[in-house]
């Protein structure tokens, strides 16, 4: 087999290593144009994890590349002076051009033909030559590039501006620093990678940039391997009392703007992408390297296992892409936490700093406290007399989920609730038995609040046949008869969410076909804001006039006045997932010209109208929640992030005490990207950005999820769906495996926690 790399750095030569390593017989070549002691950048950084793997790969080039590391295990934050140290994490790092040269080395002396200061051939010329034919040229690939047809690359450039310096300044691990200035924050990532020198990467949000007009220097014409000079002396006066003396030190160094590649396919023939040329992942991780050094080692152990290079290829991409998408959503979530680090600035130090350690969602408040429990007894500790000087009663120590806390006049016992979800169980809008154990059981499971699903406040308002209503006398007897379970055999608290389904009623129920419409002879006319459907073979909606509205509007009043009758303690109202006033919010719903449409302010003129009204006839101590759709999910004239953060103040200017946070099911052409905690930044932003408290929901399904959303302030309460669904008993289950005591157990339950207490005893 004969197999050529079109570039020489990391996961080129590995691959290289690699491969020849196991079968001496292959002739293998590395084209790389610049000369063997050229390099940019400064230090790389690893983890065990990636560590291990390249020792099981190759033993010698571990040996040699471990002989030279820096290790350290602590991280430190500088928040605007504040210092915090967390420790346990286990980092190691070298320098990049020394890296380059022990796999350079390796590779020549397992025969590998190294050719530095060398231009590939023509891409015809090496796909002809060669079996296998490594784009390993970075992230502005030419190889990739003149076959993009096949590849479908997209770039994605983001908005924030860094520049890659050096110090000799020591630092003795790594190091965020966050300072204040006249044009806004900047922030360093620092890692030592020798004896003496520190990678040191200056960030900030673009805004800033312009401010302190470094947009200027970024414009002046620079020769290759020429620094922005300029701005390296603005870095080092900012950072002064940091560095100590000790100047920055260049490398090619200007600003740029961090691209996020992606490729749709990996190979083309018999030509595979490999490192940046197939994927980045933001620096804030320090990911790049691993990244390239990984796929090595699955495109080696491929071409080894199959028996041709096509199936080599394929599987080489099943396996690593996968693994790819999840460390680059990991990357995206921090990249945008930086991005929009300057929301953060009114943070306490305690918090700030566990925002940023937890940022990525890999990182979480129970892996930090196995890490370093010193730094999370801090933190517990902090957390404990912020409840406490809320008049509430919290013990040190206590885990961030099981924190009480207090709207108007309700004190949650916790901060989990059972999310609304839909049980399409009612008969004539009667919530039934079905609803009882339902709701009764999370309720005796331990959730601080449960949440009934979408309650109709008109017949015509319900999704389907099955759906609840509060509208006459027999449902609002029916509601109490569980509001009452609820309130006298639980410590938990009730809500009743309303709503009108607007488009998106007269269907059939989730198991004969969710957002199917019904059959002529069972439907019900349905309204819109607009006579848009939802899906091609949904009804048109028939476009409300002003006295559909006031009816409308008269209908969630008299449903808000049942509901305080029937006892529930918190009222939300569905805002979201495409439903009535959810079609109004999103503009490719809305296609009014009245009062009703245009702009946001517009759009939500329904959605404040009706929170006006029912917050008259809801009673002053009890809290409103209202629950968005913070994204459609699509890119060309959605609803957006933008809106959600200007609707959330709107909405408590009229009355809401919380923003439920959900995101899209607005549009058949939504792109959702989905992923553990996917929707919590929308609710992390809006709380930082506006102060309006905020439920994050979706792919929430750990303690560890939300225990760290909790305490590092993303939202004030946790809802949990579908692992309710699998388990009643989840909050409960969550103290007992945290050893926590203080969620009550019914007495007729008690002789089960005994026996599981000795259970779980040594």
Not at 206 to 227: H, I, K, Q, Y
Not at 462 to 469: A, D, E, L
Not at 536 to 553: K, L, N
Not at 677 to 706: H, K, M, N, W
Request: proline share 5%; aromatic share 8%.
């Amino acid at each position: 087999m004969k197999i050529a790399s079109i570039g020489g750095g990391p996961g080129g030569l590995f691959t290289a290593i690699l491969a020849k390593k196991a079968d001496p017989g292959r002739e293998i070549v590395v084209f790389e144009r610049n000369a063997a002691d050229d390099t940019f950048g400064f230090g790389v950084v690893f983890s065990e994890e990636t560590l291990q793997n390249i020792a099981d790969a190759d033993p010698t080039s571990i040996e040699r590349i471990q002989a030279e590391f820096r290790h350290w295990s602590a991280i430190d934050t500088d928040f605007l002076g504040t210092v915090e140290r967390s420790d346990g994490h286990a980092f190691a790092a070298l320098e990049r051009k020394r890296l380059l040269q022990i796999l350079g080395e390796r590779a020549l002396e397992l025969g590998v033909d190294v050719r530095y200061s060398t231009e590939a051939p023509t891409l015809d010329e090496v796909r002809r030559d060669f079996d296998v034919v490594l784009a390993a040229d970075g992230v502005n690939s030419r190889t990739r590039e003149a076959l993009a047809d096949q590849f479908v690359p997209s770039r994605e450039g983001r908005t924030a501006k860094y520049a890659w310096f050096a110090t000799e300044r020591p630092f003795d691990c790594f190091t965020f620093l966050i300072v204040e200035t006249r044009y806004g924050l900047f922030w360093a990532h620092i890692y030592p990678f020798d004896d003496t020198r520190s990678t040191f990467i200056v960030e900030t949000d673009e805004e800033t940039w312009r401010r302190a007009g470094l947009d200027a220097n970024a414009a002046v014409e620079r020769r290759p391997g020429e620094n922005d000079e300029a701005s390296m002396r603005f870095c080092e006066e900012i950072f002064a009392d940091h560095l100590d003396g000790h100047p920055l030190i260049g490398n090619n160094s200007g600003w740029l703007s961090f691209t996020v590649m992606r490729n749709e396919h990996w190979s083309a023939g018999n030509v595979v992408l490999v490192g940046d040329a197939a994927h980045t992942a933001h620096f804030s991780i320090g990911s790049g390297t691993k990244l390239a050094l990984e796929d090595a080692i699955a495109l080696a152990g491929a071409i080894d296992r199959e028996s041709d290079v096509d199936a080599a290829l394929k599987a080489y991409a099943e396996e690593r892409k996968p693994v790819v998408a999840s460390l680059q959503r990991s990357a995206q979530t921090s990249l945008e936490w930086f991005e929009g680090l300057a929301r953060y600035r009114h943070l306490q130090p305690q918090q700030f700093v566990f925002q940023l350690l937890t940022r990525s969602q890999r990182v979480t408040y129970d892996n930090l406290r196995l890490r370093d429990p010193e730094y999370v007894g801090r933190l517990d500790r902090w957390l404990a007399e912020q409840t406490r000087a809320l008049g509430l009663e919290v013990a040190d120590g206590t885990p961030p989920m099981f924190h009480p806390w207090r709207l108007r006049g309700r004190t949650f016992a916790n901060r989990i609730v059972m999310s609304p979800m839909a049980q399409y169980s009612a008969v004539d809008g009667v919530p039934t038995d079905w609803h009882l154990v339902h709701l009764g059981s999370r309720a005796v499971g331990g959730a601080g609040l449960v949440m009934t699903e979408m309650t109709c406040v008109s017949p015509e308002a319900r999704i389907t046949h099955g759906c609840p209503g509060l509208w006459n006398d027999e449902q609002t007897q029916a509601w109490r008869r569980i509001v009452d379970f609820v309130h006298t055999q639980t410590a938990a608290l009730i809500g009743a969410q309303i709503g009108h389904a607007g488009r998106k009623g007269s269907t059939k129920v989730m198991w004969e076909g969710i957002d199917d419409p019904l059959p002529d002879d069972e439907a019900w006319e349905i309204v819109g804001p607009s006579p848009v459907p939802y899906r091609s073979d949904s009804p048109v909606p028939r476009e409300m006039t002003q006295a559909d509205i006031d009816a409308v509007i008269a209908e969630h009043v008299e449903t808000a006045r049942r509901a305080a009758e029937a006892g529930f303690d918190l009222l939300e109202l569905h805002y979201a997932h495409g439903y009535l006033v959810s079609s109004f919010l999103s503009p490719l719903s809305n296609r009014r010209t009245d009062s009703y449409g245009g702009s946001l302010e517009n759009r939500a003129l329904l959605g404040l109208q009706i929170l006006d009204a029912v917050r008259e006839v809801w009673p002053a101590d009890r809290p409103i929640s209202v629950r968005i759709s913070a994204t459609d999910w699509v890119d060309d004239g959605g609803f957006t992030g933008d809106d959600a953060v200007a609707l959330a103040p709107m909405l408590a200017a009229h009355g809401a005490d919380v923003i439920d946070v959900s995101t899209g099911q607005t549009s058949v052409d939504a792109d959702p990207k989905y992923g553990r905690l996917y929707q919590t930044p929308f609710a992390d932003r809006i709380r930082q950005e506006t102060g309006v408290p905020t439920i994050t929901v979706g792919a929430v399904a750990s303690v560890e999820d939300a225990n760290t959303i909790i305490a590092s302030g993303r939202a004030d309460l946790c809802a949990i769906a579908r692992p309710h669904l699998v388990d009643p008993y989840w909050t409960w289950n969550a103290a007992l495996d945290q050893d926590y005591r203080g969620v009550p157990v019914p007495k007729q339950y008690r002789s089960g926690l005994s026996a599981r207490r000795r259970e779980q005893q040594p």
